[in-house]
């Protein structure tokens, strides 16, 4: 028996409704911290519907005069470069070891994930000791260095299972027709793996962005970056949460941008989608 328009409707509008509801759940936190941004320290913590006109601005400025920008700016330094380091080491090397015949693959797929899984403290420790003595603490190289301790693992893995999916023969193919095996991997293979290439960078750049634990340890003044330089905030006199919360929104404005441009990638990587 045919299933009625009506039907049909209801459950849509169920579906739509829940999603809704889901979006909303988890866009609160980022809609509160923006309503706290505009209010006055006095009027933090008065519920919005008492209070709706009593804004400011002055939020904006503190953070402005603050050491925000510039932790920001070397967020944006470091996150990008050691992103783009990443991949440009391990895309090479999950092809490899997608396509090689290495009978030393199991070693490395496990090697590879014991780095994934290790906590970060298991590094930071050593890191810290290896940096004092050659002097990169507070330095863009350390920091950077650091992130693909955390990165790399990740975009081998990831490189290695998107590349599986390409056929050997288009491989093979190529190589017949005289091309050389980086001409393979730059024309044929990572454009056919592009959808889990691109997310796998975007989640490495969301891992080394929003970084607190290295940062904390291996930076300094010169190269503190945004999610520490919102502890400056936080004194014993004070906590200043209305630029916490705008400086939290802040900080994720410029993932969205890459979220977005990233979506459609993600959502075919997560689906194992090869581009033919």
């Excluded at 609160?28 to 008492?50: D, G, Q």
């Excluded at 350390?142 to 590349?163: D, E, F, K, N, Q």
């Amino acid at each position: 028996m045919p299933r009625s328009k009506h039907s049909f409707s209801l459950k849509q509008a169920a579906g739509v409704a829940m999603m809704l509801a889901f979006a909303f759940f988890a866009l609160l936190p980022i809609i509160w911290a923006l309503v706290l941004s505009f209010r006055p320290t006095s009027h933090l913590f008065v519920p919005i519907w008492e209070a709706p006109t009593v804004l400011t601005l002055d939020n904006f400025s503190t953070l402005a005069r603050s050491d925000f920008p510039f932790a920001l700016f070397n967020s944006l330094v470091t996150a990008g470069a050691s992103t783009a380091l990443a991949m440009l080491i391990g895309v090479p090397a999950g092809f490899a070891l997608a396509k090689g015949r290495s009978h030393r693959k199991f070693i490395a797929s496990w090697l590879l994930l014991l780095l994934r899984m290790a906590p970060p403290v298991g590094f930071v420790i050593p890191l810290f000791l290896l940096y004092l003595n050659v002097g990169l603490i507070d330095t863009w190289a350390g920091l950077i260095a650091a992130y693909m301790v955390l990165t790399l693992p990740l975009v081998v893995w990831s490189s290695w299972t998107s590349m599986a999916q390409v056929p050997d023969e288009l491989i093979e193919a190529c190589l017949l027709d005289g091309a050389t095996l980086f001409q393979t991997l730059t024309k044929v293979v990572i454009p056919a793996a592009r959808p889990g290439i691109i997310a796998t960078a975007v989640l490495a750049f969301l891992i080394a962005w929003n970084d607190f634990f290295f940062a904390l340890i291996i930076t300094r003044s010169d190269t503190v970056t945004a999610p520490v330089a919102i502890m400056n905030f936080v004194s014993y006199a004070r906590v200043d949460w209305g630029s916490i919360a705008l400086a939290s929104v802040v900080l994720t404005v410029p993932t969205v941008p890459v979220i977005i441009f990233a979506n459609k990638y993600i959502v075919q990587s997560m689906g194992g989608a090869v581009k033919g």
